[in-house]
C-alpha cells in the first residue's frame, strides 16, 4: 500500500513569508512543508508537494494521485471558496482528505466562511498557522491507521 501523501497548495501560497506575515506567519511554504515532511517520516509517510495557481492543474495533480498516493492534503488558497472543479475532483479520490489552513476563514470576511472542499473532505484544520500542516500530517496518519 503506498505511504505518499499529497500536499496541495493553492493560489498565492508560494508568497509565504514575503509578505502579509500578521495573517499568514513569517516561514516561507519550503519550510512549512518541510515541517510536515519530517512529521510524516516519523510516520513512516512520505510526502509529496506541489503548488500552483492555477485550478486546472490543481485538478490534474488530483486526478494523478487517484490509486497512486495514500492521502491527500490540500491548502486550495482561495478557490476554497469557489473552486467547485477542485471538490468535483477530490470527490473521485478514494483516499483520506484534509482540508488545511494557515489562517481561520470563519473569523475572517464572510465570502471566505464557505468551503466547496470541505463537503469531500474527511476534516478541516485551520487557524493555527505552521502547526496546522502538522496536524494534517496527524490527521492523515490517524485516518490511515483506521482504514
Ligand atoms: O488561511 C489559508 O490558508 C487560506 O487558504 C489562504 C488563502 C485565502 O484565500 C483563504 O481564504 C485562506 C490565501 C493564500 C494567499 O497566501 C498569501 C501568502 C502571503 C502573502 C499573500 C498571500
Same mark, same amino acid.
Request: charged share 15%; with cysteine.
Given at each position: 500500500?503506498s505511504?505518499? =501523501?499529497?500536499v496541495l497548495s $493553492?493560489?498565492?501560497l508560494?508568497l509565504?513569508g514575503e509578505?502579509?506575515?500578521a495573517?499568514?506567519?513569517?516561514?516561507t511554504?519550503?519550510?512549512?512543508?518541510?515541517a510536515?515532511a519530517?512529521?510524516?517520516a516519523?510516520?513512516?509517510?512520505?510526502?509529496?508537494h506541489?503548488?500552483s495557481?492555477?485550478?486546472?492543474v490543481l485538478?490534474?495533480?488530483?486526478?494523478?494521485?487517484?490509486?497512486?498516493?495514500?492521502?491527500? &492534503?490540500?491548502n486550495? $488558497?482561495a478557490?476554497?471558496?469557489?473552486?467547485?472543479s477542485?471538490h468535483?475532483?477530490?470527490a473521485?479520490f478514494e483516499g483520506?482528505?484534509?482540508? =488545511?489552513h494557515?489562517s481561520?476563514?470563519?473569523a475572517?470576511e464572510?465570502?471566505?466562511?464557505?468551503? =466547496?472542499?470541505?463537503?469531500?473532505?474527511?476534516g478541516? &484544520?485551520?487557524?493555527?498557522?505552521q502547526? $496546522?500542516y502538522?496536524?494534517a500530517?496527524?490527521a =492523515?496518519?490517524r485516518?490511515?491507521e $483506521?482504514?
Amino acid at each position: 500500500m503506498s505511504r505518499t =501523501v499529497l500536499v496541495l497548495s $493553492g493560489p498565492n501560497l508560494n508568497l509565504l513569508g514575503e509578505r502579509d506575515p500578521a495573517m499568514y506567519g513569517s516561514a516561507t511554504l519550503g519550510e512549512v512543508i518541510a515541517a510536515a515532511a519530517t512529521r510524516a517520516a516519523a510516520a513512516g509517510l512520505t510526502l509529496e508537494h506541489h503548488q500552483s495557481n492555477h485550478e486546472g492543474v490543481l485538478v490534474d495533480l488530483i486526478h494523478d494521485a487517484r490509486q497512486r498516493c495514500a492521502a491527500i &492534503i490540500i491548502n486550495p $488558497g482561495a478557490l476554497t471558496h469557489y473552486g467547485w472543479s477542485l471538490h468535483d475532483a477530490l470527490a473521485t479520490f478514494e483516499g483520506p482528505v484534509v482540508e =488545511v489552513h494557515l489562517s481561520n476563514p470563519a473569523a475572517r470576511e464572510p465570502w471566505r466562511h464557505t468551503s =466547496v472542499v470541505a463537503p469531500v473532505a474527511d476534516g478541516t &484544520i485551520a487557524g493555527f498557522g505552521q502547526a $496546522g500542516y502538522v496536524l494534517a500530517v496527524d490527521a =492523515v496518519e490517524r485516518l490511515l491507521e $483506521g482504514s
